[in-house]
């Protein structure tokens, strides 16, 4: 019977070509984008599952309290680990891992020259008891178990020795210190939140050898023994806090509490909580998820139109099965075994076209597209139910629209297809509902971001290189600073503790006097060049003077210290930008800052963030970075003038530019991601829908070629025939403008919610996006109606 | 075998009832070869498909055996449809997508015959109408009165004891019509119950029964001795 099914269902889809090709291509990008996004989804979910015992392992945060302000660490001190295996029995082993390239990069010497490593990384000796990743070579229990050890991933091994076998035991210089390669491991699977290059054995560090409460600096973990309540763990962890560091907190007021997280939980988890790896918010897990279920819809809903208006011309078929004795189940078996071969075919064809594109898919998301999934046991089992679940779905309608004909009217070709004429309609209106709206929230969201692009910082981005150098470098630093504006390729140069674009470092302030208010703000640690360099507008005051006394040469409490201010701090002290300057402050702990200047607002975080106080230090010292404006003219001749000066003067440090302009950029990839996947979806949504719409045209077209020939040979013109034909799907497309118009104006104002600064809510996103989808709506109708119109009425006519 | 007591079948229209049959009284006894005979809109047809539970819509009690089909329930009047009737149209009424061997086996796939079964009943019917060498060919490749033997033997792979036959030579040219009925008379002689109607009063003479029908009713009702 199957074999039957099958066959006539083959057969019956050669014939009808135009049919089979859209359905086929509707369903095939559909499922290549489900697919597509499931197995994204699926990386994203699977984050930390590969270690033994991963539900036991937790990563240990800690809340930080003071004056009522609570901070979420991720980092905790180093004594933490020691303390808890010895005083908490259900700790069963514990790890630490201290990411050293959050403070610089590390310089590594293969005896070849210095190249900078920026995914560098401490552990202690327990990380493998902890994290059981695969080894290439050496033994895992003991690679950290001495100071100067360090262990290469496979890649970052090939990369220094050509082959990973040749790495084991060699020797490394890291930073002018001696290292010996104890193993090396597989590079960390792209679903691990841990991924660095290199880990060398925290023993090296002193707080390796002396562990102590103070500073927060390090991930810590711990696998805690079966049957252990976390809550429990956690009220344990509360008594070491009281025992070790309650006292000395409370002196300051501060207070602090250690908490678990699962270590499942850290990539989709709170995302105030940084990791090793940016985050994935799990909102947008969610949002694709629908979306990749939607496209589906779309993919479906294109073959139950067709089906149904196909219905018509298989009517003489199904009343002839039915006078043969069918079973209206034998015949909705045989239809949606049609559907289901379809679903079938268009998913192997699915399969292929993902084999294809997957290292496209995986350069744009960052994440591996992983093929193999679907082969195996699981996979393959999941996909046919996939086929099934799709192909009775698809199929289901319009089989029971065809078996449930009557066979003499079926025969007649009596039945019309009106019955189903509603349905067809309300399930146009959804893909038109869902294109439209897809393309409005991709509007916004390039909206959003172009305004990011364009708003006015406060300081100038363009032509400013930031060139990362090392605290050790010391006064060397002046040097290379004034060759470099000699050589003409600068012609502003500032030394800053950061680039403007994200500022983190967090001061406490109080306007001092009898106002004890206190408050945090961000602390610049900067030169005197900064305000020229990156162009800020000093509204009051002045810049800081090379004679002025420097922040970190101070030695007591209330030595005299000048800072400048933006206007959001003044603001808050309660004072006038005229008021402000000259007053004295507390700032940290020192009791005597005199305030020189303020300079108008800036934005230097996130702009989901209003602009907050800041407070600039005089202090070239604890400076990281050079920003050197480059000159008009080519930047790429400039680098290289400024390469040179550079190498001249440090030749063992590489020379690593960053555009700030695109550094800012870079950090809204979250976002422009989204907006990139939403361009995308949409995109092939409105591509989907408008196949189904071009099908649809053409049945009706079809039903009604007599009607158009008769209409041509009364004298209507093409623009008359595409006027009948096209009115009734725009009527459907404006009732499907109208509903994506309120999910637009509902998802503006919800996504651009998390915008402190936002662009103004505008009504093109929604004229553009509804008039290209009726744009090209109406070129499928008229393609379709034109060649219609331009069959010879004679024909047409005389065939009735 | 069958027993039609006054039946009724009329559209509803907005001034009146327009009757396109009125006050049916049949009955046909099993083995006879009935021919229902009549101008256009007579009836014939409509009469053809109440009797080949087609139909359902009309008024008046059909008996077929004991069982009155109005009072049965959908599924045995199903399985009565499938186990006692094949039908033979004028237009053929074949499956395009399906060759001449899978045409004759869609009935046989519906009644859920075995396989080695289905291919022998096929073998046998191929063999009777002469089409071995066409089975793999599909209705398009061939001639009309080819196309209809094969609807013959698709009507009565499923060995139904009843035959209904709506105007079966209509397409056909007198050749090939003298065959076809050739194939109802030998059909008729191993037993089969078979009722057509046709427009050819030559057609009627390899029958048993002639009616007569005119404006929805029964005009004649003759017995054709043959000689």
Redesign the interface.
């Known amino acids: ?1 199957w074999k ?1 099914y099958l ?2 269902s083959f ?2 889809l050669q ?1 009808r070509k135009l049919y089979t090709g859209i359905n086929l291509l509707g369903l095939t990008i559909a499922v290549v984008s489900f697919l597509a996004i499931c197995l994204y989804i699926h990386h994203e979910w699977s984050y930390d599952t590969m270690y033994s015992d991963y539900n036991r392992i937790y990563k240990m945060n800690q809340e930080f309290k003071s004056d009522g302000e609570s901070q979420l660490l991720s980092t905790t001190p180093s004594s933490l680990v020691p303390t808890i295996l010895e005083e908490i029995p259900e700790a069963e082993i514990g790890t630490l891992i201290f990411d050293v390239s959050i403070f610089s990069t590390v310089m590594v010497d293969a005896g070849e020259g210095n190249q900078e490593e920026s995914a560098f990384a401490y552990v202690d000796e327990n990380f493998y008891r902890v994290f059981d990743f695969k080894m290439v070579s050496g033994n895992p229990l003991q690679a950290f178990s001495e100071p100067n050890q360090v262990v290469l991933t496979k890649s970052t091994a090939e990369r220094y020795f050509g082959n990973a076998n040749a790495a084991q035991g060699q020797a490394l210089k890291i930073d002018n210190q001696d290292y010996v390669i104890s193993g090396v491991m597989e590079d960390f699977p792209s679903n691990s939140h841990i991924d660095f290059d290199f880990l060398a054995s925290f023993k090296t560090r002193r707080h390796g050898k002396n562990p102590e409460w103070s500073p927060s600096n390090y991930y810590t973990y711990v696998k805690v023994k079966p049957g252990t309540d976390p809550a429990v763990f956690e009220g344990k962890l509360k008594q070491i806090v009281d025992k070790y560091l309650g006292k000395e907190l409370a002196e300051y007021g501060y207070e602090t509490a250690f908490f678990l997280q699962p270590v499942t939980k850290i990539h989709l988890g709170d995302q105030a909580l940084d990791s090793i790896k940016p985050g994935t918010d799990i909102r947008y897990l969610y949002i694709f998820g629908i979306v990749a279920l939607l496209l589906i819809a779309i993919g479906v809903i294109n073959y139950v139109n067709l089906a149904t208006a196909e219905a018509t011309e298989r009517n ?2 199904v ?3 039915k ?5 209206r189940i ?1 015949l909705f078996g045989q239809f949606v075994s049609e559907s289901m071969l379809l679903t079938f075919a268009s998913t192997l064809l699915s399969m292929l076209v993902l084999y294809l594109i997957s290292p496209k898919f995986s350069s744009i998301s960052g994440v591996p597209l992983r093929l193999d999934l679907l082969v195996t046991p699981l996979g393959i089992t999941l996909i046919l139910a996939f086929v099934v679940l799709i192909g009775v779905l698809a199929g289901l309608y319009p089989s029971l629209i065809l078996s449930g004909m009557e ?2 009217k079926a ?1 007649a070709n009596k039945t019309k297809m009106g019955g189903g004429a509603w349905v067809r309609k309300t399930l146009v209106v959804f893909q038109f509902f869902f294109s439209i709206g897809l393309l409005i929230s991709t509007m916004v969201v390039k909206n959003q971001l172009d305004y990011m692009q364009e708003i006015n910082l406060g300081y100038d981005k363009e032509h400013l290189v930031s060139l990362s150098y090392h605290y050790n470098m010391g006064d060397g630093i002046e040097t290379i600073k004034n060759e470099m504006l000699r050589s003409g390729a600068a012609t502003s140069i500032s030394r800053a503790a950061d680039m403007p674009v994200y500022i983190k470092a967090g001061y406490k302030i109080s306007p001092g006097g009898d106002n004890q208010r206190e408050f945090m703000i961000t602390g610049y640690s900067v030169d005197t060049d900064l305000i020229k360099t990156i162009d800020l507008d000093l509204i009051a005051g002045n810049n800081f003077s090379e004679t002025d006394p420097k922040r970190s040469e101070l030695e007591e409490l209330d030595d005299r210290n000048l800072v400048i201010l933006n206007e959001t701090a003044v603001k808050e002290m309660g004072w006038t930008v005229e008021e402000a300057v000259g007053k004295t402050i507390n700032i940290g702990f020192n009791s005597n800052s005199e305030v020189k200047g303020v300079v108008k607002d800036f934005y230097f975080n996130s702009l989901h963030h209003q602009v907050g106080p800041l407070v600039i230090f005089n202090d070239p010292d604890q400076a990281n970075v050079l920003l050197v404006k480059l000159p008009v003219g080519n930047p790429a001749t400039h680098l290289a003038t400024l390469e040179n000066v550079w190498q001249n003067l440090v030749p063992e440090r590489p020379f690593n530019p960053v555009f700030v302009d695109q550094a800012y950029s870079h950090m809204y990839n979250s976002e422009q991601q989204a907006g990139l996947i939403f361009g995308v979806f949409s995109g092939i949504a409105i591509f989907i829908a408008c196949m189904g719409l071009f099908g649809l045209v053409s049945y009706v077209a079809l039903r009604r070629t007599r009607e158009i020939s008769i209409r041509k040979v009364l004298g209507a013109t093409q623009q008359n025939v595409v006027a009948v034909l096209a009115a009734d799907f725009l009527k459907l497309l404006l009732v499907a403008a109208i509903l994506a118009t309120g999910f637009g104006i509902w998802f503006s104002k919800s996504w651009l919610q998390d915008f402190a600064n936002r662009t103004t809510q505008s009504i093109w996103p929604f004229v553009i996006s509804i008039a290209v989808v009726f744009l090209l709506a109406l070129i499928t109708i008229a393609y379709r109606s034109w060649k219609v119109y331009s069959l010879n009425p004679a024909k047409t006519l005389k065939s009735e | 075998m069958i027993q039609l007591k006054e039946i009724d079948k009329y559209i509803e229209s907005r001034f009146q009832r327009i009757f396109i049959l009125k006050g049916i009284n049949l009955t046909i006894n099993e083995g006879e070869f009935v021919t229902l005979m009549g101008p256009s809109g007579a009836g014939k047809s409509t009469l053809l498909n109440i009797l080949g539970l087609l139909d359902e819509d009309y008024s008046g009690e059909y008996w077929f055996g004991d069982n009155n089909i109005n009072k049965m329930r959908d599924r045995d009047r199903s399985a009565l449809h499938k186990s006692e009737f094949g039908y033979i149209f004028q237009a053929y009424h074949l499956i395009d997508e399906l060759t001449v061997y899978e045409n004759i086996e869609t009935p046989l796939l519906y009644r859920k015959v075995s396989s080695n079964e289905r291919k022998s009943i096929i073998a046998d019917l191929l063999d009777r109408f002469n089409m071995v060498a066409k089975k793999d060919l599909f209705p398009a490749q061939l001639s009309g009165g080819q196309q209809q033997l094969v609807g013959i033997a698709r009507a009565i792979a499923g060995k139904p004891r009843i035959l209904l036959a709506d105007e079966p030579t209509g397409n056909l040219h007198s050749g090939q019509a003298q065959e076809i009925m050739q194939v109802f008379q030998e059909l008729h002689k191993e037993g089969t119950t078979i009722i057509q109607a046709t427009h050819a009063r030559e057609n009627a003479d390899f029958g048993t029964r002639l009616i007569q029908m005119l404006d929805g009713k029964i005009d004649q009702d003759e017995v054709i001795t043959h000689a």
Request: charge should be positive; aromatic fraction near 0%.
């Open positions: 019977m039957n066959k006539v057969r019956n014939k003489k078929e009343g002839l099965r006078t043969m004795g069918a079973d034998q066979p003499i025969l």
